[in-house]
Nanobody, 123 residues
């Protein structure tokens, strides 16, 4: 199973980015999916999660109201739309798949991880 995150880049504060996670090698359409991030010198933290059919989502308080997670099961893709970005959003963003169908904000519930995409927000 491979997860490939893309869409990161350099953006000014207040701007938007759309991160995409493509899965291949095995269908993950029945797994929950999530986004985590890790800033330099900090631990990895939860950002957003979605269940297998997109019916349930959850967000970290730090991004709630600014980010939207969605998925296209037919295309095996998960999207993280990020708006009104702040310098503190700067991090490497990782997509991951859970070991079950539901969403989760706990990294230990994720089995498959992508390589990450760097998001840099300038002030």
């Amino acid at each position: 199973v491979q997860l490939q995150a893309s869409g990161g880049g350099l953006v000014q504060a207040g701007g938007s980015l759309r991160l995409s996670c493509a899965t291949s090698g095995r269908t993950l359409s029945n797994n929950g999916m999530g986004w985590f991030r890790q800033a330099a010198g900090k631990e990895r933290e939860f950002v957003a999660t979605i269940d297998w059919n997109g019916g349930r989502t959850s967000y970290a308080d730090s991004v709630k109201g600014r980010c939207t997670i969605s998925r296209d099961r037919a295309k095996n893709t998960v999207i993280l739309q990020m708006n009104n970005l702040k310098p503190e959003d700067t991090a490497v963003y990782y997509c991951a798949a859970t070991i079950f169908a539901g969403p989760s904000d706990l990294s230990r519930n994720y089995r498959y991880w992508g390589m990450g995409t760097l998001v840099t927000v300038s002030s």
